[in-house]
């Protein structure tokens, strides 16, 4: 048995770090300098370059090489190589003086060089590195004019560090911890200084998660007095210092609130959030760090995502480390005091981020705000499954880290009030003790008193998490187009043309009938008096009429059109029946073609004028009486009749007239669906995505379809295109999300949800916006009537007997009394707002407290939470309280958030119920009900009875019904449904009664057709004739139709108004001639009438058309027997 090959193992291979040249370097001594450069990979040292001169002139070319060894099957090599920086560091080497054993060196400068592009595939790069000053260097003297000192690298490798599987299949995450803001009070810029540190695990194979530690948080004051550096700084700088700790040409990227992905994004937290990021002090960061993940650990992360969602991150407070060397000194009580605490942490808290979003098709980056939470051991195992946290390992991974960079800047130690500081430390680090080390094995947990501290301060920690290629990959909008008409192949515009001798001879008939068709009309409009004239019948007239028709086709320009319509048929015919498709060498055989041609087009001319052209006239085609938008209002109406028959053959009968018409065949696979057809229903959707592949609710409902088949890649292929066709349609986003919830995609359905509020409050804005505008608009044309106003109306203007100017005469408003309640400034700024634009007209009012005096701490209080953060400087100067009049009339106040009308769901479930889809319009009510917008509201209880009539659950739909009264005792569309309800039911006089209330009110019902037909024929059976006719006739006021003109008929009848009956009659047959109902209430008119042919004609056409009416025959046969005539077998 042959033994299995070893795996291959790829042996280490170098990195080359080439430094080239060096230039517009500056020494301690001027511009010459003798230099050399050290080249350091995180605490390796790799080697220094020889030394070199560098003029002003003369750049230094080192042309050093240097190598880094790393394995590459080890990923955490790869991590390194992926967040670590190579440092260079220019070294000036000044000339021995006497009795100097050794040379002395200036350090002039470093800056950082970064390996990414050799994680990404590539295998050689190069940089022209600024060189940043270091503290105490000559460069730093440098003006701002003056040429920065560069280096020129190359970094390259033999072969690319990862092969075409690594880089496919694993994937880049960068890590970009921001700022904590809005810490604990006790956090104070005065006192000893601490550092801050935040971590969070990731995997870098599937066995094994990485800690990422960033432990250089420092506090700083709120940007009002320090503008913050956004540039992001390496999370493993090594040997850098000063500004070659930061990455190159990256910074923290800045988002709107509603683009963000995090927490705190609702209209309450917006103020906390622009008090905090304004005025309170910060943690800041701004630290990046990467991690490559191979494919073991890509899946293992997108499992732990879509088993938790959410991602711990866990924040604490560090002590500053010690001196490691120097004189030893005596320590204060305070630095004692953090020295015994050094290696304990203290204030930890925890943030979780919820990632589910990068399970989203396609999204890569997320960043956001995030509450911190005092950390405990049972509220992460809650939140994350994890048992314990990693801040004791991250603590020390700190520590190494700080006593590393020990030379690096740190925050700067003042000593103030020793002994509050030392009562402080001491107290933090015995509270965290005890929190963190507790057991919370039962679930009660000791409260992390220091950790609540982040809770009451309401923290929260801005971070970002960026992926090289998204865990989810998002299929383009061309693929997902082509995949659907791959299983929907889009119909031709125009059938195909299959071309051939016989096709060809059919289309010169076709041309030649069209032809003698419009010459024949041509002669009419020349010679219509002289051919009803007998005495022009003569040769000589008719050869008259030939010479005149033939001038004025000419002279028209006819003749030549005529011609060019013949000439492509007559082409036709010579390539495909006489095959020639090439020029004739010989005339003669030319001629004898031309001629043979001649005699046949005129043969087949006959021919197609014989089978044309009669004696008489034919009688042309009537137009059809009603179009597609009445044939679909009869189909709707004969589904609420519950006539299926009659509906399938209008829906058809607007197929036949317009086949290619994608609404034609949707509106008939809704119908379909309505009776559960649902073969029949998924062919016509088919046919409608032919006919047009961007067909919205035809996708939509197709997709369903296939959901309802059990055929779910089909259905979400559907689903995603109808999101590509638009992608800002809400109605689309929702039915993806509720296509996720059906096959338990929870990711994916907050995904669409997401997308679709974002979308729904989008367009609530745009519709306050255009209201406000309209609003100003009508303001302004008030404004410039008002400057119209004749003098001794009210409004004008006063003359000032003593002088200047005159005044306006302003109506006293009455303005509200201020208050210092908290809870009143959101009224206070709806009644500035209300009166802003009551006063558009012109009037300037009085401002809310005008002539009042507030005391200072309500005027401070209220200033604060009533005007935006950036205004509130402004509030009072040397705290004196200032009158209500003298504050900025520029600042307008803070518009309210729009909200919009309905919750997505809502709008999916009115769409929903219009095309009967009744298991998504299950879904979506069941969200409805679960919806911070919805509820059990009225339109809740409307829609389900709407669902509960169509799957004809009539008790249901009547509790329902009665749920949304009780709330709205006035909501038309709710009588209207119980008075459905009670006509489905049998109870006709209920239904009587909601009917007549739905039609006094002011509102109409959304469907005022059916509510009239229905109320008729209760008065109908009734015997109130007179009621259903004028009820009948508001039917047809508003929509005429067969039913309605034909209940008129029948009132008309009953009232012994024969001729309105036969009147209404006749329009019904008029718009449905195969209705045997009216056949035989025409029948019975006649025979009242006396009139004998008429009514055994219209007799014999219900008796023909299947009249099943047995009470309205055995009246027809009745008269029929007292008259004496009317049934042909009498």
């Known amino acids: 048995m042959a033994e299995p090959e070893p795996p291959h193992i790829r042996p280490p291979e170098p990195i080359t770090i080439a430094v080239h040249r060096a230039r517009n370097l500056k020494g301690q001594k001027g511009d010459t300098v003798n230099a050399m450069i050290k080249v350091e990979f995180g605490e390796k040292s790799l080697g220094e370059s020889p030394k070199v001169d560098c003029t002003a002139d003369t750049p230094a070319e080192f042309n050093y090489n240097a190598t880094l060894n790393c394995t590459y099957e080890d990923p955490v090599v790869l991590d390194e190589i992926a967040h670590k920086p190579i440092v260079l560091t220019v070294i000036e080497v000044l000339p021995k003086e006497r009795k100097q054993k050794e040379e002395k060196t200036i350090l002039l400068g470093q800056c950082t060089m970064d390996l990414l592009p050799l994680v990404k595939g590539e295998v050689k790069h190069k940089y022209t590195l600024m060189v940043n000053p270091l503290p105490g260097s000559p460069l730093e003297q440098l003006s701002a004019e003056s040429l920065r000192p560069e280096v020129d690298v190359t970094i390259s490798v033999n072969d690319p560090l990862l092969d075409e599987n690594q880089l496919k299949d694993g994937n880049l995450l960068t890590i970009t911890m921001e700022t904590l803001y809005s810490p604990p009070e006790n956090w104070l810029l005065t006192g000893p200084q601490y550092y801050y540190a935040s971590t969070l695990p990731i995997p870098i194979t599937s066995e094994k998660e990485s800690t990422i530690v960033c432990p250089h948080g420092q506090l700083k004051p709120g940007t009002d007095k320090e503008m913050p550096n956004k540039q992001k700084k390496w999370a493993s700088p090594g040997q850098a210092q000063g500004n070659a700790i930061y990455i190159t040409d990256a910074y923290v990227s800045a988002d709107t609130v509603e683009d963000e992905d995090g927490e705190l994004r609702g209209k309450e937290d917006r103020e906390h959030r622009a008090v905090s990021e304004i005025d309170k002090n910060r943690i800041t960061w701004n630290t990046e760090r990467r991690c490559y993940m191979e494919t073991s650990s890509v899946k293992c992360f997108q499992d732990s995502i879509a088993k938790t969602r959410y991602w711990p991150v866990e924040i604490f407070r560090l002590p500053q480390p010690s001196a490691g060397k120097g004189k030893k000194q005596n320590p204060t009580p305070s630095q004692q005091n953090i020295k015994d605490d050094e290696g304990s942490i203290s204030f930890h808290g925890v943030a979780f981020i919820n990632l589910a979003p990068l399970l989203y098709p396609g999204v890569q980056r997320i960043r956001g705000a995030y509450k911190v939470y005092a950390y405990t051991d049972h509220l992460l195992h809650e939140k994350t499954k994890r048992k314990l946290g990693i801040a004791e390992e991250a603590a020390k991974m700190a520590f190494n880290i700080l006593n590393r960079n020990s030379t690096s800047p740190s925050p700067k130690k003042v000593v103030k009030d020793k002994e509050g500081d030392k009562k402080e430390v001491k107290k933090g680090a015995s509270q965290t003790v005890k929190s963190d080390t507790a057991s919370d094995v039962d679930g009660q947990g000791v409260v992390n008193v220091e950790g609540q501290q982040y809770v009451d301060a309401k923290s929260y920690i801005m971070l970002e998490i960026n992926l090289e290629r998204p865990l989810v990959p998002k299929r383009p909008p061309e693929e997902l187009a082509k995949r659907v008409a791959e299983l929907i192949p889009p119909r031709p515009l125009f059938p195909k043309r299959t071309d051939g001798a016989q096709r060809s001879v059919e289309d010169y008939h076709n041309q030649i009938t069209s032809v003698a068709g419009l010459v024949l009309e041509e002669f009419r409009e020349l010679f219509a008096d002289d051919i009803k004239d007998p005495q022009t019948q003569t ?37 495909e029946k006489y095959l020639k498709t090439s020029n004739f060498e010989d005339r003669q055989e030319l001629q004898t073609f031309l001629s043979e041609l001649y005699v046949y087009l005129v043969d087949q001319m006959h021919v197609a004028l014989g089978q044309v052209l009669a004696l008489e006239d034919q009688p042309p085609v009537p137009e059809p009486l009603t179009d597609s938008a009445q044939l679909k209002h009869f189909a709707r109406e004969a589904e609420v009749n519950e006539n299926f028959d009659l509906a399938a053959k209008y829906y058809q ?114 519709t306050a916006r255009a209201l406000r505008e309209e609003e100003m608009e009508r303001h302004r044309v008030e404004d410039a009537e008002e400057e119209d106003i004749p003098e001794d109306e009210p409004g004008r203007e006063i003359d000032n007997p003593e002088g200047g100017l005159s005044v306006p005469m302003i109506p006293e408003i009455k303005q509200p009394t201020p208050t210092s309640d908290r809870g009143n400034n959101s009224a206070k700024s709806t009644n500035r707002l209300s009166e802003k634009r009551a006063s558009a007209i012109g009037k300037k009012p009085l401002p809310p407290g005008a002539g009042q005096q507030k005391p200072k701490s309500q005027e401070s209080v209220g200033g604060l939470l009533s005007r935006p953060a950036s205004q509130q400087k402004m509030s009072s100067q040397r705290g004196t309280p200032q009158p209500a009049e003298d504050a900025p009339e520029d600042i307008p106040p803070r518009e309210p958030t729009p909200v919009p009308s309905s919750s997505v769901y809502m709008q999916a479930v009115d769409w929903l119920l219009e095309v009967k889809a009744i298991p998504f319009t299950e879904r979506a009510l069941g969200h409805e009900l679960l919806s911070p917008m919805g509820g059990p509201t009225p339109g809740y209880h409307i829609a389900l009875a709407k669902l509960m009539l169509q799957k004809r659950e009539f008790a249901e739909a009547e509790e329902h019904l009665s749920e949304a009264l009780q709330t709205e005792h006035q909501n038309p569309d709710a009588w209207a449904l119980m008075g459905h309800v009670k006509y489905l039911t049998g109870d006709t006089e209920s239904a009587r009664d909601c009917y007549e209330r739905t039609i006094t009110f002011i509102a109409d019902a959304s469907e005022m057709h059916s509510i009239y037909l229905r109320l008729a024929s209760v008065y109908l059976q009734e015997g109130r004739f007179q009621e259903a006719k004028n009820t009948f006739l508001l039917a047809c006021k508003k929509s005429p139709s067969c039913v309605s003109w034909l209940g008129v008929g029948i009132a008309c009848f009953r009232l012994g108004e024969l001729t309105e009956a036969e009147d209404a009659l006749s329009e019904a047959n008029v718009l449905n001639n195969s209705d045997p109902e009216v056949w035989g209430y025409l029948s019975l008119v006649c025979l009242h009438t006396q009139r004998q042919l008429e009514a055994e004609q219209a007799y014999k056409y219900a008796l023909k058309l299947n009249l099943q009416d047995n009470d309205l025959l055995n009246e027809i046969h009745h008269v029929q027997q007292e008259v004496g005539f009317g049934n042909p077998q009498f």
């Open 653 to 766: 009968e607007r197929i036949a007239r317009e086949k290619n018409d994608p609404d034609n065949w949707f509106d008939y696979g809704t119908f379909c669906l309505y009776i559960n057809d649902i073969t029949k229903a998924e062919e016509c959707f088919k046919e409608c995505i032919a006919i047009n592949q961007r067909h919205l609710p035809g996708l939509l409902l197709y997709g369903v379809v296939c959901t309802l088949s059990e055929r779910n890649e089909a259905a979400e292929t559907f689903f995603e295109a109808a999101t590509c066709v638009e992608p800002r349609n809400i109605l689309a986003w929702t039915m993806l999300g509720l296509y996720y919830d059906s096959v338990s995609n929870e990711i994916g359905a907050e995904m669409a949800y997401l997308e679709a509020n974002k979308l729904n409050q989008a367009a609530a804005v745009a």
């Open 539 to 575: 040769n000589e007239a008719m050869e008259g009429r030939r010479q005149k028709l033939i001038y004025e086709l000419n002279s028209s320009g006819k003749y030549f059109a005529f011609k060019e319509q013949l000439k492509h048929a007559v082409v036709k015919i010579v390539r």
